[in-house]
């Protein structure tokens, strides 16, 4: 399998910026004066699937060799993966297929089938249903997109750490969420080349903290379950490309409650004004648990998504 490179990133962007315009990377004194840091929240929720998934799919589609773009590509997903490949694919008239976990995000699932792909029900949760799609790619031809192992994925998620160090020189830590571990791995990849100093902090559910164990223990460990409010963090098994390199680069992982998550929704609806899904207020739940450590820093806080379905914050607002 190909590296992870900085240079990679950089040829994505050329990819991805003829689709996408840089998502804001907004500053919000009022918020910062409560948490208080410096506290910059970069938008990947304004992208067109509502994550940041999306320059991934872009990237790897604009790279697939011609005659598998005409057999077709399969994927699993928890949503915002699955509809970054559907929407990729739509652009360049390839046949996708996306297997989700039954009780996905209803939502979600309509959307992906919006864009133009095919979608199967499978399994009880995202490694269940990724285990079908061995079956469907050697039925169909098919190809497996791996949501955290294709370079070209990481390569093309990784574009946005670019546009943090385009517009804060100056910071000091980004604060990302970790599910599969490919934005964290595109944000380690960019500090590492542009400034070493500045610090990656990951996040992860206290409810799906496999990364966070296996980092721990400086060892490959599975959990159980990933039963967490946030699609985006709930996976039970780390992925050895990711992992490898959130082992080396990555300063610190924060886990954060079910409770802590949704007061992080709660939270960027009243100091951003933006709806956030709950990885996507992930590194913002972090941020406020994390705050005395960060005092008079420049902090990046990514905003991963925005895919809340509507039960989903009609029960983190009654709760609030």
């Given at each position: 399998m190909k590296s992870i490179t900085f240079h990679g990133i950089i040829a994505a962007r050329k990819v991805v910026s003829r689709f996408f315009k840089s998502t804001?990377?907004?500053?919000?004194?009022?918020?910062?004066?409560?948490?208080g840091f410096q506290a910059y929240i970069k938008h990947e929720n304004h992208l067109p699937t509502g994550s940041f998934k999306v320059r991934g799919g872009i990237n790897f589609m604009s790279n697939l060799p011609t005659e598998q773009k005409k057999q077709g590509v399969v994927t699993a997903t928890r949503g915002n993966h699955g509809q970054s490949i559907a929407y990729a694919a739509a652009q360049f008239g390839v046949k996708a297929t996306i297997v989700v976990p039954h009780g996905n995000n209803p939502e979600k699932n309509s959307a992906m089938q919006a864009f133009g792909a095919e979608l199967i029900e499978h399994g009880n949760d995202f490694d269940e249903a990724r285990e079908l799609c061995d079956t469907l790619q050697t039925e169909r031809g098919l190809y497996y997109v791996h949501p955290c192992m294709e370079p070209a994925l990481i390569h093309g998620v990784g574009t946005?750490?670019?546009?943090?160090?385009?517009?804060?020189?100056?910071?000091?830590t980004i604060?990302?969420?970790?599910?599969?571990?490919?934005?964290v791995c595109g944000a380690i990849t960019v500090a590492k080349?542009?400034?070493?100093?500045?610090k990656i902090i990951g996040v992860q559910a206290e409810n799906a903290p496999a990364i966070y164990r296996s980092?721990?223990?400086?060892?490959?460990?599975?959990?159980?379950s990933c039963r967490t409010i946030a699609d985006g963090l709930a996976t039970r098994?780390?992925?050895?490309?990711?992992?490898?390199?959130?082992?080396?680069?990555?300063?610190d992982i924060v886990t954060v409650s079910e409770e802590e998550i949704r007061s992080g929704i709660r939270s960027a609806l009243r100091w951003t004004h933006n709806l956030a899904e709950g990885a996507g207020a992930a590194a913002l739940a972090a941020a406020f648990k994390r705050a005395d450590t960060l005092a008079g820093q420049n902090i990046v806080i990514v905003m991963s998504g925005g895919n809340l379905d509507?039960?989903?914050?009609?029960?983190?607002?009654?709760d609030s």
């Amino acid at each position: 399998m190909k590296s992870i490179t900085f240079h990679g990133i950089i040829a994505a962007r050329k990819v991805v910026s003829r689709f996408f315009k840089s998502t804001p990377l907004t500053h919000y004194p009022e918020l910062s004066e409560k948490l208080g840091f410096q506290a910059y929240i970069k938008h990947e929720n304004h992208l067109p699937t509502g994550s940041f998934k999306v320059r991934g799919g872009i990237n790897f589609m604009s790279n697939l060799p011609t005659e598998q773009k005409k057999q077709g590509v399969v994927t699993a997903t928890r949503g915002n993966h699955g509809q970054s490949i559907a929407y990729a694919a739509a652009q360049f008239g390839v046949k996708a297929t996306i297997v989700v976990p039954h009780g996905n995000n209803p939502e979600k699932n309509s959307a992906m089938q919006a864009f133009g792909a095919e979608l199967i029900e499978h399994g009880n949760d995202f490694d269940e249903a990724r285990e079908l799609c061995d079956t469907l790619q050697t039925e169909r031809g098919l190809y497996y997109v791996h949501p955290c192992m294709e370079p070209a994925l990481i390569h093309g998620v990784g574009t946005y750490s670019l546009e943090i160090f385009e517009s804060l020189p100056n910071v000091h830590t980004i604060i990302v969420p970790i599910g599969g571990g490919s934005g964290v791995c595109g944000a380690i990849t960019v500090a590492k080349a542009i400034n070493p100093n500045v610090k990656i902090i990951g996040v992860q559910a206290e409810n799906a903290p496999a990364i966070y164990r296996s980092w721990k223990a400086g060892e490959h460990i599975e959990t159980d379950s990933c039963r967490t409010i946030a699609d985006g963090l709930a996976t039970r098994v780390p992925f050895p490309t990711p992992f490898s390199i959130i082992k080396e680069g990555i300063h610190d992982i924060v886990t954060v409650s079910e409770e802590e998550i949704r007061s992080g929704i709660r939270s960027a609806l009243r100091w951003t004004h933006n709806l956030a899904e709950g990885a996507g207020a992930a590194a913002l739940a972090a941020a406020f648990k994390r705050a005395d450590t960060l005092a008079g820093q420049n902090i990046v806080i990514v905003m991963s998504g925005g895919n809340l379905d509507m039960e989903t914050l009609k029960e983190v607002l009654t709760d609030s």
